[in-house]
């Protein structure tokens, strides 16, 4: 069954960059059905929803939020079977828990950390 194992998150400054990476993980077939699968970013703030931020199709397409346009990048590389989510220009508004998603299935990595000091 597939799984997904986030990493990247930290404390940055406000104009700082991080990078998230999401992995799949699990078994044999685990790396192919990441691929074939739309994987998306999402976040959570403290008391309230989680939103999407970005998604990138099997096929390599992109949707961002617009709170996120022009700043972060979501990309991935199918020989490794990862996702990963490029931040630049960090603002204190984007602190939050980051959460993996592979659309197909609904599952959901454990979350990682990311803060932005102003």
């Known amino acids: 069954q597939l799984q997904l194992v986030e990493s990247g998150g930290g404390l940055v400054q406000a104009g700082e960059s991080l990078r998230l990476s999401c992995a799949a993980s699990?078994?044999?077939?685990?790396?192919?059905?990441?691929?074939?699968?739309?994987i998306a970013w999402y976040r959570q703030a403290p008391g309230k929803q989680r939103d999407l931020v970005a998604a990138?199709?099997?096929?390599?397409?992109?949707t961002y939020a617009d709170s996120v346009k022009g700043r972060f990048t979501i990309s991935r590389d199918y020989a490794k079977y990862t996702v990963t989510l490029q931040m630049n220009s960090l603002k204190p508004e984007d602190t939050a828990v980051y959460y993996c998603?592979?659309?197909?299935?609904?599952?959901w990595g454990q979350g990682t950390q990311v803060t932005v000091s102003s």
């Open positions: 998603n592979a659309r197909v299935g609904n599952i």
């Open positions: 699990g078994s044999a077939a685990s790396g192919i059905i990441f691929n074939i699968n739309t």
């Open positions: 990138i199709t099997s096929g390599g397409s992109t």
